[in-house]
């Protein structure tokens, strides 16, 4: 079993997490999240989402929360947006490192930015050449790269295509997305080894939501492939407003735990995690998807 | 990623699964529960434990659960059995299949049957000369394999050790258990990897529990070292009595759904088996560990 030595994770949990939160979370509290994930180990975090508030209102105080902040320097603060408007906003907050996103099927896309796949991926294209000119660090979601919850299997073909145009743009990371949870790990294990055997300048990570409780096997599976970036949120935070039944993402601890007992590192302590974990759990007052924050009388190696 | 084309699954929840219950399960519904997997397409089913009523209650009415179910010539019906005095309870209920239970740690098997592991051993040795006279099936099932709650990292040779007896032995199942849901895939992928290198005329199966949400991850790793035989418990039932902390089983309809998804054949149900965790779920009245019996508006391929 061929494993990598190392492994990043970009915890999405302030973004990804709590845009599926009822209840609004006050802006101190996304803050001192954030704040306390940046004293985990963690490297990269998306922060929040310049979306529009009427489609994703958790997210109306993006600007607030990425001015409150307390920016360690080693670490990229990231910033989703989902078109050219939330670009120019972020660009206003003094975003540096953006997250963009386009669904492979088209159905998905349309449901979740209003716009068809090749409209979306024009609007990229623009807001990329912008933010190159501004030397930012772009980051490309493939999302519903697996399964969409409308059109079901997404041909991999799709994927590797809008893989090839992403890297011709020149991004900095491309993000193969199982935005429902619906794959398994052979499919991702297939559509990994062929992301990877297009060897792109651009840093491969994958994002997996643990619907069908796989996240784990499937992260498995990619990091056999050769993938050593992974998306995961705090606790299992998460879901996908425009993605019927999806749960949250693989929660960041377990992962951690599970790459740690394999020995390989991360430079991520669990226990500041799952003290993350309780801080934001307080908020949500709800049953969190993941695992090890369950577990009595943890031990971890 | 090379796996199997089939997998068999040996149903444990009936035992491994309802033993853990604080509530007694009326006689009745345990067979009812039995009766109703029998029908999922499940082939094999771990039904109850010829155990001392004082140690696991819950398993106090073996006799009459034994005698009370429908048995299908189809399908294998095993009891599991701690010591000589089960053993000669069991064969005077008319079982066939045994399964038999020595602990790779010395610590977990003083607690778990009160005897020193090579004692145990010793014993065991005498049921199955017993046994083997009356042709009967044998289960041979090393617990605490990877990792005991009370020393800590199992020592791999013991078990490929306790593998060889066994074999020598003339058994016809060894199971390798991760009793307290502790291993980590590349730990599992590793120690099978070994056993399945000794060849073994016994069929060779894993048994994992989902403690720290490693269980379907541990699944994929035992697949991809040549394992095609896996306990579960309908809904994730269990834990042990006697391991403090472990969580349940690994659910049956989370192996089988991720099986399927991947190609790989197992005869059963999916549906079949949803059905049976609501059926259970009634007595238990408790939230179980499995993932997909709780995806509303679920989609099986």
């Not at 599926?20 to 803050?31: L, Q, S």
């Not at 024009?122 to 790269?145: E, M, P």
């Not at 491969?204 to 998306?231: K, P």
């Amino acid at each position: 079993m061929s494993l990598p030595k190392k492994v990043e994770i970009v915890e999405v949990g302030p973004r990804d997490g709590l845009q599926n939160e009822a209840n609004f979370i006050p802006t101190d509290e996304k803050i001192a999240f954030i704040n306390a994930i940046s004293k985990t180990g963690i490297k990269r975090v998306e922060t929040t989402s310049f979306v529009h508030p009427q489609f994703v209102p958790q997210m109306r105080d993006a600007q607030e929360v990425f001015a409150g902040i307390h920016q360690d320097p080693s670490i990229q603060y990231i910033a989703l947006i989902p078109n050219e408007k939330g670009y120019e906003r972020a660009l206003a907050s003094n975003v540096q490192a953006f997250s963009l996103v386009v669904g492979a099927s088209e159905t998905f896309n349309l449901h979740n930015v209003r716009m068809g796949r090749e409209e979306s991926i024009r609007v990229l294209d623009r807001i990329i050449a912008k933010a190159k000119g501004n030397d930012s660090f772009i980051r490309y979601c493939i999302a519903t790269s697996f399964w969409c919850p409308f059109e079901g299997k997404v041909d991999p073909a799709i994927v590797l295509e809008m893989v090839k145009r992403a890297e011709a743009l020149g991004v900095d990371e491309i993000a193969i997305c199982d935005t429902i949870g619906r794959a398994n790990p052979k499919q991702v294990f297939e559509i990994f080894e062929k992301v990877m055997a297009i060897n792109t300048q651009a840093v491969i990570s994958a994002h997996f939501h643990d619907t069908y409780g796989l996240a784990l096997a499937n992260v498995m599976a990619a990091l056999q492939a050769g993938v050593t970036r992974f998306d995961a949120s705090v606790g299992g935070l998460g879901g996908c407003p425009f993605a019927p039944g999806a749960a949250g993402n693989v929660a960041t601890e377990d992962v951690v735990f599970m790459l740690h007992e394999m020995g390989i590192e991360t430079g991520i302590d669990v226990s500041a995690l799952l003290s993350c974990v309780k801080q934001i759990q307080a908020f949500t007052k709800r049953e969190f998807t993941g695992h090890i924050h369950k577990v009595k009388a943890l031990q971890t190696t």
